[in-house]
């Protein structure tokens, strides 16, 4: 039973951020086996007057031996409460080596509370790894459908292959996610969600689909994100998706607020009063809340008011160590206002970060501590600097690498000197697809290549894009480190063995109505030990 006098007192103190550490704390408690018969007896009472399972499952963040089981409780996913009363509801799970869940190995009760949304994050330890285990849960009289998840293999390990896809950016309104259908015959072992996950804007009219929620300015409160995370998560194919393998899902800016940096908002660029930006941190933890709770993410991702810790890494054996990074909790204001801008001295302060100390010094250690083959950064805005030139505006992304240069510059530089084994980096975030070979300065075409970047298209983010990108000759021979580009939506499938690399740039024809076509437009390669992309 849980004991919630025994919340220490220092949970307990007044004040909103203390309230969600309380919130918090009731979350960490519900992972934890049920001992009392009173809600035993309670669970035999529910009755769920629809299937509370409209979320479906989702699984996340394995190791070789753990991974997350979700689920969250919504009989009804257009209310922020996804129909459901205001009291804790045990939930048992299951996790069985067989597809029709003969052979269960392990099995547990959870609670779904109310203050986490009725989501259930359930941690399984003990499973062997590099292997197939399929799952499901029971709520009342309901039965979720059953999901596929698999371990990683063992840290040691030398696995041959490794197949796995990366997404970013499905905006609900502008397009359907029919990419994940093609995704869920790919017979992948893994999925990186690369950020934008939802978008905070208000319904608009005539468009693909419609936003829930306020049709003026966008969303902010719990309930907001909430209601508008299940929305996305209905979505039949993307809930699919989810039930096929286990997924690492990292945010971008839209899962709270487009181009936010730490607890600096787009709008208030200069000057930002101190209150502004407490009330800016208090819908922060709003939605990251709703982002926890709607993510197959470990406990010791819990928010704490406004604060998540979420970048974390992971080994798939030696073939490959994935760097799982956030660009937007620590980051400094863009310089020169955002937008693209010129390489100025603003650009160039050593003090701009879009990594923030804390995570930088982590991401070093680890780099260095790899024993990987490849060794590469999930990460969500581009690291190519690449110059633009539209006809009314030129420049670098400021809210990209290029507006935190020095950062950018010095790691790419201690990547070369401590000669990290094949640095790859995973890029989401813009809505097109570009390939880049990357230098410790982009500018300098006849310096050593350090890296290769893969940047994923949206899923449906900008509606049907274009295979043709105008002035695209230009822009390769201004940016001599860019191999391919174009605005198609779909995303990214690699295939990784100890000598090669391989990304197949899969696309929708057309997202705009139901069954577009997916195809591969373009395949690069990596040899390994030779930085830079190949068109294959
Ligand atoms: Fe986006
Ligand atoms: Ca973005």
Same mark, same amino acid.
């Given at each position: ?30 992972? $934890? ?45 257009? %209310?922020?409460?996804?129909? *459901? ?46 292997? #197939? ?15 596929? !998840?698999? %371990?990683?293999?063992?840290? =040691? ?13 499905? =905006? ?5 996610? &029919?990419?994940?259908?093609? *995704? ?64 690492? +899902? &990292? #945010? ?9 940096? =730490? ?11 101190? !209150?502004?930006?407490? @009330? ?29 810790? /979420? ?15 956030? !660009? ?42 790899? &024993? ?12 190519? *600097?690449?110059? /633009?030139? $539209? ?6 992304? *400021? ?42 300065? @982009? ?60 990304? @197949?740039?899969?696309? +929708?024809?057309?997202?705009? %109505? ?5 195809? %591969?437009?373009?395949?690069? &390669? ?11």
């Amino acid at each position: 039973m849980l004991d919630l006098t025994k919340i220490p007192d220092a949970v307990r103190s007044e004040g909103s951020v203390s309230r969600r550490l309380v919130l918090a704390y009731g979350a960490a408690l519900a992972g $934890l086996p049920l001992v009392s018969s009173r809600l035993t007896a309670a669970d035999r009472k529910i009755v769920f007057e629809s299937n509370p399972f409209t979320l479906g499952v989702a699984s996340g963040d394995p190791d070789a031996n753990s991974l997350v089981l979700w689920t969250k409780l919504a009989p009804d996913p257009t %209310t922020a409460q996804g129909g *459901m009363n205001p009291e804790m509801v045990p939930v048992s799970w299951e996790i069985a080596e067989d597809e029709s869940m003969n052979k269960v190995v392990f099995s547990g009760i959870a609670v779904a509370t109310p203050q986490l949304g009725h989501s259930v994050h359930v941690e399984v330890q003990g499973l062997k790894p590099a292997r #197939w285990y399929w799952y499901r849960f029971r709520a009342g009289d309901a039965v979720s459908p059953i999901g596929r !998840t698999r %371990t990683l293999p063992e840290p =040691n390990a030398e696995p041959d292959s490794l197949r796995f896809a990366f997404a970013s950016c499905q =905006n609900y309104e502008q397009g359907l996610f &029919t990419a994940y259908d093609q *995704m869920a015959k790919d017979n992948l072992d893994l999925v990186f969600h690369l950020g934008d996950y939802i978008y905070e804007y208000p319904g608009k009219e005539n468009q693909v689909r419609k936003h829930s929620g306020p049709t003026e300015g966008k969303i902010k409160t719990l309930d907001d994100y909430r209601l508008r995370h299940m929305q996305y998560r209905s979505d039949e194919l993307l809930n699919a998706m989810h039930a096929q393998c286990p997924w690492f +899902v &990292t #945010w971008d800016d839209h899962e709270f607020d487009n181009n936010y940096a =730490n607890d600096i908002q787009e709008e208030q660029r200069g000057f930002k009063p101190r !209150t502004e930006r407490v @009330d800016f941190l208090v819908q922060r933890a709003a939605a990251y809340q709703a982002y926890y709770e709607m993510m197959p993410l470990r406990k010791q991702t819990l928010p704490e008011g406004p604060d998540m810790t /979420i970048y974390r890494k992971a080994s798939f054996g030696r073939l490959a160590e994935f760097f799982v990074l956030d !660009t937007r909790q620590y980051r400094t204001d863009q310089p020169n206002g955002d937008g693209l801008k010129p390489m100025s001295e603003e650009a160039w302060k050593p003090s701009n970060t879009l990594l923030g100390k804390q995570q930088r010094g982590w991401l070093d250690r680890s780099l260095l501590e790899s &024993t990987a083959t490849w060794n590469v950064l999930a990460q969500q805005v581009m690291f190519a *600097m690449v110059e /633009i030139n $539209l006809r009314d505006r030129s420049g670098f992304s *400021m809210d990209q690498w290029p507006g935190a240069a020095f950062e950018r510059m010095a790691l790419m530089r201690f990547m070369a000197d401590r000669k990290v084994p094949n640095p790859v980096v995973l890029t989401g975030d813009i809505h097109a697809n570009w390939v880049n070979d990357l230098r410790v300065d @982009d500018r300098q075409a006849d310096s050593p290549i350090v890296a290769t970047e893969f940047v994923g298209t949206s899923i449906s983010s900008g509606g049907n894009g274009t295979k043709e990108v105008k002035n695209l000759d230009q822009l390769k021979a201004a940016n001599p480190g860019v191999k391919f580009h174009n605005q198609e939506r779909g995303y990214v499938r690699c295939e990784v063995t100890a000598d090669r690399w391989t990304s @197949d740039y899969v696309v +929708v024809e057309d997202v705009k %109505t139901a069954g577009g076509a997916a195809l %591969t437009r373009a395949s690069f &390669t990596v040899e390994s030990g030779r930085p830079g992309a190949q068109l294959s």
